[in-house]
């Protein structure tokens, strides 16, 4: 009779080679963190007049995984990935800046860490000249960010055709954008600029009814320097100085129960730039998961 050799190795091989396939191979998962570059987390960093701290980082400060490329969902950051800044030149100065929305560029003008709330104005307008135009709505990830009570929102409608058989009708002529908006983004037709208090007027004239009007545009700023602006200028490009004031955002201290423990810990979160919790950066430059133990502090 042949003899057989058992089955049982061979199945234990193919189990072995299956189990130390590296995950790299694959790009995913990531390897977890156990140390980390200890320059990623400075206490503080400046640029321009603003201080730049946890949970906040700068762009340049993002690492990556080793053996993973950068800009792959591995690289990671001493912070809340969307709390990413830019310091960027504008008019020859270190300028803040940070990208809401995907693409959508705002200034930062103030962190408050005791308050946790961050103040930003639309790159695009501060450098509009006297008469910009406002190009987008305001968007974020609401994981870490949320609107505050301290703002209200003007509401742009662009290039809206005849209204009633009349150019533009008596009772909205005050609200007529009458400064130069040199900006093909706006179309053919009168634009206008409504306060909340006077948003029913648009409503009234229907602005807001599909094809009226080439754009609608609402955008937040701040109440205090809205009610102190000379409102009927508003529509003359005093908007303008109310939108360089900007808005202001608070942040989420413990975005998840993981980060909460490890702040708990006095540790700082790791986020991948995909927003995945990747591990608590301790202060001798180990990695605890979920939080630093006594030995890592």
Known sequence: MAAHLPRFPLLLLFVVLAVHVPASS????????????????????RCGNVSIRYPFYLSTTVRDITGYNYNTPYSYSCGYTDLKISCQYEEL?????????GDHK?????????????????????????????????????????????????????????????????????????????????????????????????????????????????????????MTSNQPMLARGGYAEVLRYGFELEWYRTPTDQCDSCE????KCAYSQKREFMGCLCSNGKVGHPDCPTCYI
């Not at 008596?170 to 948003?199: M, Q, R, W």
């Not at 708990?264 to 540790?267: A, D, P, Q, T």
Request: aromatic letters at 10%; charged letters at 20%.
């Open 26 to 45: 694959h790009g995913y998962p990531a390897p977890p963190l156990t140390t980390y570059d200890a320059s990623m987390c400075p206490a503080s960093s």
């Open 264 to 267: 708990g810990s006095r540790g």
């Open 93 to 101: 100065k270190e300028t803040p800046v940070i990208f809401l929305g």
């Open 106 to 226: 705002y200034t930062v003008l103030n962190i408050s860490y005791e308050s946790s709330t961050i103040i930003l104005a639309d790159t695009d307008v501060r450098f509009g000249g006297s008469c910009p135009a406002v190009h987008h709505d305001l968007s974020f990830n609401n994981l870490w960010l949320q609107n505050t009570s301290s703002n209200e929102n003007l509401t742009f409608y662009f290039g809206c055709h005849s209204l009633l058989g009349v150019a533009v009708p008596p009772d909205l002529e005050k609200y007529k954008i009458d400064c130069n908006l040199e900006d093909p983004f706006v179309g053919d037709g009168a634009s206008f600029v409504f306060t909340p208090d006077d948003h029913g007027k648009a409503q009234e004239h229907e602005l807001d009814q599909d094809g009226r009007c080439s754009k609608v545009v609402s955008v937040p700023v701040r109440s205090e320097f809205l």
